[in-house]
């Protein structure tokens, strides 16, 4: 009777160990299910925002100089096209940190007054024989082009490399956005190249100092 007693506590035991290493797996591919679903709302949502900030392309300053700049009314319609792609399906809860930030910094500088823009006094930075107008047309573009790199950090899939060193004022905006975000994997190759002298419509490269 013994015997038979400490056999059905084995085979209870068993039982039991068995049940729990389902239900755990079971836990552990219902969250790796959530991630999926997850990323995949993430890359879609992504995409409209990479659409919407494609008006303010580069390749307007490579192509068209000074006169590329971003308008007023252009930076408008692109500072409420990313506030309805925000509030759109909550698209805004798919933001990770830092992209968040680099996000609503980006956002915020397309429409602000100079003396609210972030960094303090990031104007300065730009070139000086141009109205501060123009100034933060080029800065915007300069700043929504930071943004997709960010984006691209969060997919490692598209690698991380930034392909051309930074300005200053690009450097100092993000590192408003977080303090030491330049150490980051997306950012080193760009902080190992020489630092650029912006010229909004054509850019010379000087060496670090």
């Not at 080029?138 to 490692?156: G, V, Y």
């Amino acid at each position: 009777m013994s015997d038979i007693s400490d056999f059905a506590s084995i085979v209870g035991a068993a039982a039991g160990v068995g049940i729990a290493g389902i239900g755990a797996y079971a836990a552990m591919s219902y969250k790796h299910q959530v991630r999926a679903r997850l990323a995949d709302a993430r890359r879609t949502a992504y995409g409209s925002l990479w659409q919407i900030t494609g008006l303010a392309a580069p390749s307007r300053l490579q192509t068209a100089g000074r006169r590329g700049v971003l308008t007023r009314k252009e930076r408008a319609e692109i500072h409420q096209l990313m506030i309805d792609w925000y509030y759109k399906d909550g698209n805004g809860m798919l933001l990770d940190e830092p992209t968040r930030t680099v996000f609503l910094r980006t956002k915020d500088n397309l429409v602000a007054r100079e003396n609210e823009l972030k960094p303090k006094g990031i104007l300065a930075l730009l070139p000086a024989d141009m109205s501060s107008e123009d100034r933060q047309g080029c800065m915007s573009i300069r700043q929504l082009s930071l943004l997709r790199t960010q984006m691209k950090a969060d997919f490692s899939i598209y690698g991380y490399p930034y392909v051309t060193g930074l300005s200053e004022h690009e450097r100092q905006f993000l590192e408003e956005c977080r303090k030491g975000l330049l150490k980051h994997q997306a950012w080193k190759a760009a902080t190992s190249r020489p630092w650029i002298v912006e010229r909004c419509g054509g850019v010379d490269e000087a060496a670090s100092s």
